[in-house]
């Protein structure tokens, strides 16, 4: 696609289940990040990817989120036994390495989650 | 502790006049300055960057200032449009190696008035 998605645009679920997060970076883009906003916050960092390696997992807030990247492309977030204040948009962006001008990063349309 | 503060939740301008739109910053290390756009249920779209070694960069409408003994910036739009109106967000890049994540503000909300 031209774009970054991700899917679900939704997911509303109940405390204590598991829920998995997708998205699918700009072709070719080496580099993947997950950030998440919550109400009336920025963007939070959470994990960086460059292909399937994440050296950087200093945002994920608890062991009970991990992601995953396979084929240097797709990549999961999962959060385990999810609770309330993990309700949030998660958003996903891409970029290319080395960079340009600048580290631009694009970005997905996000997830909205909603743990009951 | 927040190292990219925007102060103003938002700011309300009328069209065909400046918006100006502030940031400030903690970290010295930070290599590059980026403006994003984000209009409700889209994700952020990138908008504007200037690196540490300019002070100023400009692109059509928008100009990005950056003042680096205050650690601050500005974002400039003129004139401005009512299809600005959005969620304007400044991000900072930190190089920690080839890791280029941003650390973001909390956002302004800008509405432009017809």
């Known amino acids: ?116 | 502790d927040q190292q990219v503060k925007q102060n103003s939740p938002s700011l309300s301008v009328q069209e065909g006049r400046i918006s100006i739109l502030n940031c400030d910053y903690t970290n010295s290390m930070f290599d590059y300055f980026l403006w994003y756009k984000k209009y409700p249920a889209e994700g952020p779209t990138f908008l504007i960057s200037i690196s540490s070694i300019k002070d100023k960069n400009e692109d059509g409408r928008f100009t990005v200032f950056l003042n680096k003994s205050a650690k601050h910036l500005s974002l400039h739009i003129v004139p401005s449009q009512p299809g600005d109106s959005a969620v304007y967000f400044c991000a900072a890049s930190d190089k920690g190696g080839s890791n280029y994540k941003l650390t973001f503000g909390k956002g302004t909300l800008l509405t432009v008035n017809p």
């Open chain 1, 1 to 116: 696609g031209a774009g970054v998605s991700q899917s679900p645009s939704n997911k509303v679920t109940e405390k204590g289940k598991d829920v998995e997060l997708r998205c699918d970076p700009i072709s070719g883009h080496t580099a993947l990040y997950w950030y998440r906003q919550s109400l009336g916050q920025g963007l939070e960092f959470l994990i960086y990817f460059q292909g399937n390696s994440a050296p950087d997992k200093s945002g994920l807030p608890s062991d009970r989120f991990s992601a995953e990247r396979t084929g240097g492309s797709v990549s999961t977030l999962t959060i385990q036994r999810t609770q309330q204040e993990d309700s949030a948009v998660y958003l996903c962006a891409s970029s290319s390495l080395p960079f340009g001008v600048s580290p631009e990063q694009f970005f997905g349309p996000g997830t909205r989650l909603t743990v009951l």
